[in-house]
């Protein structure tokens, strides 16, 4: 198939020292598309904290540690310039703006495929982790796998809904609260609350309630939060929440952060026939949810579920709230070679919104 012109090197940045937050840029050669495949251009790339467990081998959930060179990343937006043998038919062509998501690919067979769960595929992929990421300026993707990207939305401010965006979307759909009910978000000023503020508030009419560091206020409340509580300053935030939704508590909690001691209070902010979902992964020891006794989910009914980023679907839709300016990234870019100096900025808990890598020098 016809082809642009197609450098034989390229840059990206690798993770040099895993178990450390140390990333370096290497040249790397470049790869061929095979069967199924297309190469892309990438332009830009989310930097999700997914990616510092990756990088700092903290997730005792993945099988073996993270290897020197491994190229990390997710959330990449570019352009396909090279299509693969067997791609005749596929509903993509080169030159298509397309975007690379927490799952390289799936098997599409398995039990979780075909109930559409991608992201618990028994045999999935995640970029930056099985396969080369999106911190780099081409990488590999199955052609039935990228996600197109709507006309008119910023390939910048695309990136985050990739993973942070659709992953919101999807634990958000499994809350079971309608327009109108309390939902807490736990973190809800980073890469991922924030976002899962707008959806909740203005793609589906809850009356959100932010939790987070009191220096996040701004972008919380910007995102369309009635609400919110900071972490920081609040002697008892059970009791804050309780107070601000009648006594009765909210309807649902969508924790979207990775700290325990937001899974440790979850329930408790909860009224009857309440659901907590859980988002984020807590990363080292994990502190159980301390109230999640037999007694009390009976008690008041309460549910807990879990949530892995969406399906192809939900990515479709994600991108296109987006389009329509329903919800919008804040976020920031930054070139490949300040990588590390943003892992340091997240692991120390500064960061606000998101951080975009420009990989195009």
């Known amino acids: 198939m016809a082809s642009v012109d197609i450098p034989k090197k390229y ?18 050669d470049m790869p061929e598309p095979g069967a199924g495949e297309v190469l892309i251009n990438l332009t830009h790339s989310g930097v999700c904290h997914s990616d510092m467990g990756v990088m700092m081998n903290s997730w005792s959930i993945l099988p073996f540690p993270t290897q020197a060179g491994q190229v990390g990343g997710h959330e990449g ?10 791609t005749d038919n596929a ?5 298509d703006r397309v975007g690379i998501k927490w799952m390289a690919g799936i098997c599409e067979s398995c039990e979780a495929c075909r109930a559409g769960a991608d992201a618990n595929c028994f045999s999935g992929k995640i970029s930056g982790y099985y396969t080369p990421g999106t911190f780099q300026q081409y990488v590999l993707s199955p052609a039935n796998y990228v996600t197109p990207i709507p006309d008119g939305l910023d390939s910048a401010a ?3 809904l990739l993973c942070a965006g659709v992953t919101v979307y999807s634990a958000l759909r499994k809350t079971n609260a309608e327009s109108g009910n309390w939902v807490v978000i736990s973190g809800a000023g980073g890469g991922l609350g924030h976002l899962a503020v707008q959806f909740s508030a203005r793609g589906i009419g809850h009356r959100v309630i932010g939790i987070d560091h009191s220096s996040k206020k701004d972008i919380v409340m910007e995102s369309g939060a009635e609400h919110f509580v900071p972490v920081d ?7 804050a929440v309780k107070s601000l939704t009648g006594g009765l508590g909210a309807h649902a909690v969508v924790v979207c952060t990775a700290n325990n001691a937001a899974y440790g209070n979850s329930l408790d902010l909860l009224r009857f026939g309440g659901r907590v979902v859980c988002v984020g992964i ?8 301390k109230c999640a006794s037999p007694g009390l989910l009976v008690g008041k009914a309460l549910q807990i579920v879990g949530s892995a980023v969406g399906n192809r679907k939900e990515a479709i839709e994600t991108l296109e709230f987006a389009s329509r300016g329903v919800v919008k990234t804040h976020f920031r870019t ?6 590390t100096g943003v892992f340091e900025e997240m692991h120390r808990g500064e960061l606000r919104g998101r951080v975009v890598l ?3 020098s």
């Open 233 to 239: 300053g609040t002697a008892d935030i059970v009791e």
């Open 282 to 289: 807590p990363e080292g020891d994990v502190v159980p949810m």
């Open 91 to 95: 509903a993509v062509k080169i030159g």
């Open 11 to 28: 840059k990206a940045v690798v993770y040099d020292k895993p178990g450390s937050i140390s990333t370096k840029i290497e040249e790397l």
């Open 77 to 86: 937006v570019g352009k396909i310039v090279k299509m693969g043998p067997g």
């Open 358 to 360: 420009d990989l195009s």
């Open 334 to 339: 930054e070139k490949m070679d300040k990588l």
């Open 158 to 160: 695309a990136a985050p």
